[in-house]
């Protein structure tokens, strides 16, 4: 009786926030983060290493960033090594669920260069200055695939950054450095400026304005909000929620790595994530921004006042050089009928974010941090929506690292880590024994250890694979319409094992 008490209390829960988001003007939209992530029709997209056609490792981090794999060593490899003990992963040791050690911020490892201002003070920069788009021009071309109604959103998209910053986008098939966006498996970009052509890709539920212009903050050279250095203090990551294989997507970068330009970290950041994707990963330390975060509506004030720092758009477009009130900053250009070169503050509406300086009477409150529960989240879930489909494929069995992190619920994996014993140390990406054979356990130990521990032989000696493979057919045959939903961590330990005999049989 009384878990029916319970279940009744939390679907009137459920219907009271239905009703109250109502009367506040209808449904929450959908986070980008979960545009982001249900855009890709095969979660394999969101594995860390992924072969190449030509043969070439590419890197895919944060869900939509690519990266080379040098790129990737110098930006992880360095590293200090994270000790997370014996949960792997796991939020320990902190009442917010918070994770101790290393975890994530935004944004550029770009430099504010120095164009030509002899008296001006350069703000603490990284050494990658080749990421900036020379002389502020970003240019690009557009697949064939892309319908009027496509290259209508794509230019209202490119419109948000060059109606507010210096950015100029100019169209070139030619350019050698040039962004090319194309049809693709989901929604990604790399970071800045590239000395080839570089792809922006955007499958067809990637194409609207909040996706594309987020996928040229990449472009540009952004990486996430809530990946910058001092994002803890404004958000606490309960990897609790987060699948195994996602966790390093969300461990934080460090000042040597990301530049701020002493720009406020940002709830309403066009490049920060909500928890649509993942519910309850990522928690405001300021309540009132909880459901802010995640928003695609356009550029945030912050937004538009770090791509002008960046890119010292003031300084070079000629204006002369001032202090603005309330962390303002300026504008070169005219401005909704203004002057150019005047200060511009945050006016706290995302949908029209900047308002004059000399309109305000004070700056804006800044936000309210304050002790927040880690919401108790259900990890018996899926992730992908598409999850009864893989099942009836047979993903269950033939996939099962990947289906165990994102078709828990409907693999009938759940109990997974119950009791008190330890996760099942198992890789967490398909091209773990790829990367193991090329030496990566070494170069880039902090993050082999997360995603590969079967490949870099960091867990315990499996027993014998052909054994193993025996229960495990044995099992399925006893469950003709599926897996049973698992309660024995023990059963669900020896299942697990498999994965990592056969890579390392295959590989080894």
Same mark, same amino acid.
């Given at each position: ?42 979660? =394999? ?152 052509? #570089? ?9 609207? !304005? ?35 294989? $996602? ?5 934080? $970068? ?40 995640? #928003? ?24 002369? #050089? ?14 909704? =009928? ?60 033939? !996939? ?7 078709? !828990? ?59 193993? #493979? ?39």
């Amino acid at each position: 009786m009384r878990w029916i008490l319970e279940l009744f209390s939390v679907a009137c829960l459920t219907l009271l926030a239905e009703l109250t988001n109502a009367a506040r003007g209808g449904k929450k939209h959908m986070s980008i983060d979960k545009q982001i992530m249900d855009a890709a029709p095969d979660a =394999g997209m969101f594995d860390v290493f992924h072969m190449m056609p030509g043969g070439d490792f590419k890197v895919m981090t944060e869900l939509d960033i690519l990266l080379t794999l040098d790129q990737y060593k110098r930006l992880r490899g360095k590293r200090q090594k994270v000790s997370s003990g014996p949960g792997r992963g796991r939020a320990n040791g902190n009442r917010n669920g918070r994770r101790n050690g290393n975890q994530n911020w935004r944004r550029s490892r770009l430099v504010n260069r120095r164009r030509g201002s002899a008296g001006r003070q350069k703000r603490k920069a990284d050494q990658d200055e080749s990421l900036l788009w020379t002389d502020c021009k970003v240019y690009y071309e557009v697949d064939e695939s892309f319908t009027t109604e496509d290259m209508q959103t794509l230019e209202t998209a490119i419109s948000e950054w060059t109606s507010v910053t210096c950015l100029e986008f100019i169209k070139s098939s030619t350019a050698t450095s040039r962004v090319q966006f194309k049809n693709g498996a989901g929604c990604y970009s790399m970071i800045g400026m590239q000395p080839e052509p #570089q792809v922006v890709a955007l499958a067809p539920t990637c194409r609207t !304005k909040g996706i594309i212009a987020h996928e040229i903050g990449h472009a540009i050279g952004w990486y996430h909000e809530h990946m910058r250095p001092d994002r803890d203090s404004f958000v606490s990551i309960n990897f609790d929620a987060i699948p195994p294989r $996602y966790h390093i997507n969300f461990d934080k $970068y460090t000042n040597d790595e990301i530049n701020d330009h002493d720009v406020q970290y940002d709830y309403t950041s066009l490049m920060h994530y909500g928890n649509d994707a993942l519910p309850g990963s990522i928690v405001a330390l300021d309540p009132s921004f909880q459901d802010k975060m995640g #928003q695609r509506e356009g550029l945030s004030f912050k937004d538009i006042k770090l791509a002008n720092i960046m890119y010292d758009c003031a300084n070079i477009m000629g204006c002369t #050089q001032r202090t603005c009130d309330f962390d303002g900053f300026q504008l070169y250009k005219s401005y909704k =009928g203004s002057s150019s070169c005047q200060c511009w503050c945050d006016s706290g509406d995302v949908s029209d974010p900047l308002i004059l300086c000399s309109e305000l009477d004070s700056a804006p409150p800044k936000p309210s941090i304050r002790p927040t529960e880690t919401p108790v989240v259900d990890l018996c879930r899926d992730v992908r929506s598409n999850c009864p489909e893989l099942k009836a494929k047979g993903d269950c069995m033939s !996939k099962l690292s990947l289906m165990m992190d994102i078709c !828990k619920q409907t693999c009938g994996f759940c109990g997974t880590g119950e009791g008190g014993g330890p996760e099942p140390c198992m890789d967490h990406d398909k091209g773990c024994p790829m990367m193991a054979a090329a030496g990566l356990c070494t170069t880039l130990e902090p993050v082999m250890e997360k995603q590969c521990p079967a490949s870099c032989n960091l867990c315990p000696s499996p027993p014998d694979p052909c054994q193993i #493979q025996k229960q495990v057919m044995a099992l399925a045959a006893h469950y003709p319409n599926g897996t049973p939903r698992l309660t024995s961590f023990s059963l669900l330990t020896v299942i697990v094992s498999v994965v990592a005999v056969l890579h390392h049989s295959d590989y080894h």
